[in-house]
Every structure is written in structure tokens, then in C-alpha cells.
């Protein structure tokens, strides 16, 4: 039985113990130290076959601009895809977060990746293509920092006033608008992601909640025009130190009491989410009653607030105000990270259908998507599938005690041909149709009683993600392994009866990986003739093989050619893998032992980049101790090609692999090898 386990954290399951008791409201965890993706940026493969939004392009139209937030809201929402946010964190305004095949991308790119371009994808992508959207499908791998991965999309809650104003907002972009509420502040609790406030005259009696539930639910507040400056004034009658200066230090100077900004405005903070867009604002902040907000003069803006666009010039500073003026402000509530955050846009609606307005509409969605970033009802789920009977594959989430199952609901779905035993069931059995090719998804959806849906997608077969583990690559040697021991690197099995070379066929590597939970075979033939099919055996010792599984050749070809098998580990351990490899005439042979072991032990890759490579290429690993480990580089053939050794420090190591710049291009292994276990890799040289 194959578990979805959500990992225990006492402090989580703590919060989650109080927060159970409260009836018909969501258990809403926000924990800063389980958030769902970090801010910081993280060096991650793309594969070729991924699809890249280009955010960058000019002019900026509600087509490429605005309408692929619609696009991703309508792919995480509706197709459970997860979305990379590239952001460079040292860009400067309209800089390039990356560069690929010649174009720099630029505004925070988005990236789908190859793993989930399936048939519907595929066709939403084109739909958004068709409203304007741009972007490109890759051709070859490359490795970028990804700043964050967007998994979840916001619940957006509208102003009962006068909320209507930024319901277009959502419709510029695409995105359905049904199931977002308007409400009266009063009615806000823990499904509420983000108050959206356009346009509104808010009083302590009416907007007090407001407060409250920015601290207790973490809660976001967007607001728009003079509902800003009447919100920052607020206090309470009966305790004046009860105040709504989320941004400022004292309030902010009201609207009717002030002029309005003036164009050239300065942009600041170009790496930050919140900022990410193309233009400028200008033409979209010229209407309404506030056009510009002035803190007071006995106080100013909280140094946590940023200004991400301001008027240098705005004529009442600095006698009405110590200044900046600010048309975009942002910030966490009074400066208080355990708050949710605050954002301002100047003017009464900013969607007025010209390229200014893209950029604010942007600026809006941005911030309504970092909404979600740190917020949760539990943790991503993690697992994998395993078989108790052949054909059959059983599926089960656990949660930690602290859950109660009675609060979810649980959804089974596929791409697969095949069916359920239980498809709403805390557990399954996945049955294929027959003729099961394997390549598909199952994906298990978890919704909780406010409508939030959080999922976990496992391919089947799981093709990694490029940062295969715990692999032996084995050498030309002979040993016996007894039943239920560690088998050993550098081995190969005694000749097996029967076997005799297939004739018109070059076999090049084996190599073995355990990757996300999968035991993950890769090899390779450097010409075929006549070839029918390899037949993939599996054992825990040397003298007992059995056939897991088969894999169509090619059957002629003069080129290389690579092949790949994904086995469903039956428990944790060490296993023995061979390919007998048969032509038409059954004729067969068969290929050297490889070893895949799913127990981590000492050291693990965490990366290889670039990959492809040029000149240099790089091996990021993690150990559990100082040890030395030796890099080698392998041809097709298992060779060894290059070799060094050198020494790793406990934590994290980065190690430059040497004298690679000369190498043809074309296909290798990288190994990294210490002496309890050995690792292995396929890279490209360009």
C-alpha cells in the first residue's frame, strides 16, 4: 500500500488542535515555516517541451500582458498544473529575468513544464494563445532560478460597496468571476484569502473586522481611490489606539484635502512580485476622487511600507506632507510579517483599457497571487504508488494526528485508462485497461470545507525531474549477493545459460536511478538491427531474476537511440537490475547489473547545471559528513572517460567536474561515487 504522508510538525498540529474546534471554518494553517513555496530562488531543470509565457513584450496589451494571468489561474485551477515564476532578483526596472535561445525574458516569466502538457493543456494553451497570449515551446533543457511555484490560486473577496468596480478586473484577464462574494467586512473569516476594496466609504462600524481579521486570519487587503486615505484615518471611538494605519505611521492626508499627482512618476523595487510589469501607471491612475496618497506631517510612511511607484513632484509636500507621495504602496499590515500584507493602487479604476492600465492590472494580480504563497491547510502531499497484486496499484493519503479526514474530501482522477476502486475514498486501487502503457498521471485532489483544493499529481511512470538519486552504475566484475544484503557497486552477474550475443545490435550504457519515489532505468543502444524487444528483471540477489516488465525496440536504426523503464518499488531497499535483450530470431543477451537502492545514505545530488553543458558543468551535493567522493564522466559504452577526486564538507557542496570543455558534444553519465554508494546521471554536452 503506497502512502500520501503529510509529514508532523508540532507547532502545526498544535494550531491545528485549536483551530479544529471552530465550527464550519476551514482549518486554516498559515505557518511561516511551512510555507508553500519560498521566497527564495531556487536553480531548477526546464525540459524540453516546456512552455514559456513571455511577460516581457512591448507595447503591453490586455492580450499578452494581462490575460495570462487568466491563463494561469484557469491551469492551476482547472488543470492542477504548477506554474514556475521566474523573477531575477538582481534585475533593474524592465530587466531580463533569464535569456533562452537568444530572447531575454522579462516582467516575471511564467513556465509550464513539459510534465504537464497534456491533451487539455495543450489546448488551453493554445486558447490562450488565440486571446493574445505569447509564448514559446522549448527545444532543449535549460536551468533557471525559479523564484516561486505557483500552486494554488487566490479566493478573492469584493467590497459589498462597491466591489463590483474590480470584478472587471478579473474578467480583463479571463477568469470566471462566479463564486467570488462580495461581503461586508462583518462576514470575513478563514476562507477569505484577499478583501478587495475599489471603491468605498468605510466607517469603524462597518469595516472594524477588517482589523481582526487581517491578524487572526492573515488576511490581505487590497484597496483602491479615497476608500484609502478614510481607511488609514480609522480608528476606534472607544479606544483610539485601535487604528487602520496598516501602511502609514499616523494616516494619510484625506481624500478631498490634497492635489492630484503629475506625471513623470518614479518605479522602485523592480525584482519584487508585486512590481512585475512592463509600462507604466500613469494613464491608468488618472480618474476618481484620489489619485495619489500623502501620509500626514506629523508622521509619514512605516519604514516596512514600500513605495513601488511615487511622484517626486506632488505639489503639497512638503506642506501638507512629509512625503512620498504614492500611487502603488505595499507592505505587511503595521510592519508585522505574522499579518497578511496591504496594497494600494491611486484612482477609482485602473482597468481603462490602455497600456497604463495593463501595468496597474497587473500589479493587482501580482499581489492577489502572492496571497496564497504562504497559506495553507496542510502540507503538499508526498508518496508514491506501489503493487500488491500485478496490474493493480494502491493509493492512500495519510494525515497526522491532528486531522480529521471528516473535514476533506477526497478525489481520484487519471489521464489513464482505467477505474477506481474508491474514487472519493481516503484510499484506491487504480486498476489500467488492458494494454496500460504507463504513460499518465494519477492525481489524488483534497478539498476542504471552504472549497480550497489542494492536490498531489504522480506520474506512472514518474520520468524524474533531472535530479536522479541513489544510483549504482556497475562495472565489469562477478560477485554473489545473498538474500537480503546490501548488493554491491562495481558488479556484474555470472554469464546466465542460454544467453548468446544478438547479432546487428550495439548496446551502449545501463543506468539505474531511484527518483521520486520510482526506481528509474535508463539506457541506450548506439545501432539496432533486427531487434524485437528488452525484457527487464529485477532481484534482490544475484541468483533470482524475475520479469518485471518489456519494452518495444526500435528495431533498425543507425542512430542512437534511449529507452527508459520505471519500476514501482514493492518496499525501501536495494535491488538488482538487468535487461535481457532479444532480436526477432529470440535470439538474446544480456546487458550488465545495475543497482538501485531507494535508502538515502550519506550523501544525495541535489543538481546538475548546466544541462546541457558547454564549456563547464557543475554537481551540487548534499552529505551528511566530510567524505571523499570521486566524478566520473562515462561515454555511452560505460567507459570512464574523466575522473577526479576530491573532498565534500557536511551540507551542501558545489563541485566544478574538470576538463569537460574538449568533449564532443553528445550523450554522457556522470557518476559520483563514495564508498558506501555510488550516483548516477545522464548529461548533454552542446
Not at 317 to 323: A, Y
Not at 487 to 507: I, K, R, S, Y
Request: proline share 6%; charged share 15%.
Amino acid at each position: 500500500m503506497a502512502n500520501f504522508t503529510l509529514p508532523e510538525t508540532a507547532s502545526l498540529l498544535t494550531t491545528v488542535k485549536r483551530i479544529i474546534r471552530l465550527p464550519k471554518l476551514l482549518l486554516v494553517l498559515i505557518v511561516a515555516c511551512c510555507c508553500i513555496d519560498s521566497a527564495k530562488a531556487a536553480i531548477e531543470p526546464i525540459p524540453s517541451g516546456s512552455f514559456i509565457i513571455n511577460m516581457g513584450v512591448l507595447p503591453q496589451t490586455y492580450g499578452n500582458g494581462v490575460k495570462p494571468w487568466g491563463m494561469v489561474f484557469d491551469l492551476i485551477r482547472n488543470h492542477h498544473v504548477q506554474v514556475k515564476w521566474v523573477i531575477n532578483p538582481a534585475k533593474v526596472r524592465s530587466g531580463k529575468d533569464f535569456t533562452y535561445n537568444g530572447v531575454d525574458y522579462k516582467g516575471g516569466t511564467f513556465i509550464i513544464l513539459q510534465e504537464y502538457r497534456n491533451a487539455a493543456v495543450n489546448a488551453r494553451i493554445s486558447y490562450w494563445q488565440s486571446r493574445g497570449v505569447v509564448g514559446i515551446t522549448t527545444n532543449s533543457t535549460f536551468n533557471v532560478d525559479v523564484t516561486h511555484t505557483l500552486k494554488y490560486t487566490p479566493r478573492w473577496t469584493f467590497d459589498f460597496q462597491n466591489g463590483k468596480i474590480a470584478l472587471g478586473f478579473l474578467l480583463s484577464a479571463g477568469i470566471d468571476t462566479a463564486g467570488f462574494p462580495k461581503k461586508y467586512p462583518a462576514d470575513l473569516n478563514g476562507c477569505d484569502d484577499l478583501f478587495v476594496m475599489p471603491h468605498a466609504d468605510p466607517t469603524w462600524a462597518t469595516h472594524k473586522n477588517l482589523l481582526t481579521w487581517n491578524q487572526n486570519s492573515k488576511g490581505w487587503i487590497w484597496a483602491g481611490c479615497h476608500a484609502v486615505s478614510v481607511l488609514e484615518n480609522l480608528c476606534n471611538p472607544a479606544n483610539t489606539s485601535q487604528k487602520m494605519n496598516f501602511l502609514s505611521q499616523t494616516g494619510l492626508v484625506l481624500w478631498g484635502n490634497h492635489k492630484d499627482a503629475s506625471a513623470p512618476f518614479n518605479y522602485r523595487f523592480p525584482a519584487d512580485p508585486e512590481m512585475q510589469f512592463m509600462g507604466n501607471v500613469e494613464n491608468a491612475m488618472k480618474n476618481g476622487s484620489e489619485q495619489v496618497f500623502l501620509p500626514l506631517l506629523n508622521g509619514g510612511w512605516r519604514p516596512t511600507t514600500k513605495l513601488g511607484v511615487y511622484d517626486p513632484t506632488q505639489q503639497d509636500i512638503p506642506v501638507k506632507s512629509p512625503g512620498e507621495a504614492a500611487l502603488v504602496a505595499y507592505g505587511y499590515a503595521f510592519g508585522d510579517p505574522q499579518r497578511g500584507k496591504v496594497m494600494y493602487e491611486a484612482a477609482h479604476d485602473i482597468d481603462k483599457d490602455n497600456e497604463d492600465a495593463v501595468s496597474a492590472l497587473r500589479a493587482f494580480f501580482n499581489f492577489s497571487f502572492m496571497a496564497v504563497l504562504n497559506k495553507q491547510t496542510i502540507n503538499p502531499l508526498n508518496g508514491q504508488a506501489s503493487i500488491t497484486t500485478p496490474g493493480y496499484f494502491d493509493y492512500t493519503v495519510n494525515l497526522p494526528a491532528g486531522y480529521n479526514t471528516a473535514d476533506y474530501s477526497f478525489s481520484w482522477t487519471t489521464d489513464c485508462a482505467g477505474s477506481f476502486s474508491n474514487p472519493t475514498g481516503v484510499s484506491t486501487i487504480f486498476q489500467p485497461n488492458p494494454g496500460f502503457s504507463g504513460d499518465c498521471q494519477i492525481t489524488v485532489t483534497i478539498t476542504d470545507n471552504c472549497g480550497r483544493q489542494y492536490y498531489q499529481s504522480i506520474g506512472i511512470p514518474a520520468f524524474g525531474r533531472n535530479v536522479p538519486v541513489d544510483t549504482v552504475l556497475v562495472a565489469d566484475t562477478t560477485v554473489r549477493i545473498p538474500a537480503g544484503e546490501e548488493p554491491v557497486a562495481d558488479t556484474t552477474v555470472d554469464a546466465v545459460a542460454g544467453a548468446e550475443p544478438v547479432a546487428n545490435t550495439a548496446f551502449g550504457a545501463i543506468v539505474g536511478a531511484f527518483v521520486n519515489g520510482y526506481g528509474q532505468l535508463n539506457w541506450n543502444t548506439l545501432s539496432e538491427g533486427n531487434l524485437d524487444h528488452f525484457e527487464i528483471e529485477r532481484g534482490r540477489d544475484a541468483d533470482n531474476f524475475e520479469n518485471i516488465g518489456k519494452v518495444n525496440a526500435h528495431g533498425n536504426s543507425n542512430l542512437p537511440l534511449d529507452y527508459s523503464y520505471p519500476d514501482l518499488l514493492a518496499k525501501p531497499g536495494a535491488y538488482l537490475y538487468r535487461l535481457k535483450i532479444v532480436d526477432k530470431d529470440d535470439k538474446y543477451t544480456y546487458s550488465k547489473v545495475v543497482v538501485i537502492n531507494s535508502e538515502s545514505k550519506g550523501i544525495s545530488l541535489l543538481l546538475v547545471y548546466p544541462n546541457p553543458f558547454g564549456h563547464k558543468v557543475q554537481v551540487k551535493v548534499e552529505s551528511e559528513k566530510r567524505q571523499e567522493v570521486t566524478i566520473r564522466v562515462l561515454n555511452n559504452m560505460g567507459g570512464v572517460i574523466r575522473s577526479q577526486t576530491t573532498f565534500v564538507e557536511k551540507g551542501v557542496t558545489a563541485i566544478e567536474v574538470k576538463n569537460v570543455a574538449d568533449l564532443p558534444a553528445g550523450a554522457y553519465h556522470l557518476q559520483i561515487v563514495t564508498p558506501e554508494k555510488s550516483m548516477s546521471v545522464k548529461i548533454m554536452k552542446q
